[in-house]
């Protein structure tokens, strides 16, 4: 499976960003697919993922902000990123893994390339 993400960039504070993400490769039903992000110095942490059913699981810290949607017969996943914050800033993974949704970043074995999202204040 390769995942190809897109969609980051430079924003101020209280803007917005939509972040795209394809999956494509031998793809079978049941599989979830989400984001991950890191700041400089900090873990990698979970930030939104969706479930092949359609339940999906957020940060607290972005709840309310930021919405995750998917296509099943696009094998494809957006972030929508609102009232952004300079915490915000940070590399953004889109993830993928067969079977239910994880918040841990182990439970991954499929990783896109990371899009940089900056938010300035």
């Known amino acids: 499976v390769q995942l190809q993400a897109s969609g980051g960039g430079l924003v101020q504070a209280g803007g917005s960003l939509r972040l795209s993400c394809a999956a494509s490769?031998?793809?079978?039903?049941?599989?979830?697919m989400g984001w991950f992000r890191q700041a400089p110095g900090k873990e990698r942490e979970f930030v939104a993922g969706r479930s092949w059913s359609g339940s999906t699981y957020y940060a607290d810290s972005v709840k309310g902000r930021f919405a995750i949607s998917r296509n099943n017969a696009e094998n494809a996943v957006w972030l929508q990123m609102n009232s952004l914050k300079p915490e915000d800033t940070a590399v953004y993974y889109c993830?993928?893994?067969?079977?239910?949704?994880?918040?841990?970043?182990?439970?991954?074995?499929?990783w896109g390339q990371g899009t940089q999202v900056t938010v300035s204040s």
């Open positions: 993830v993928f893994r067969f079977g239910s949704i994880s918040t841990s970043k182990d439970d991954y074995n499929y």
């Open positions: 490769g031998l793809i079978f039903n049941n599989y979830a």
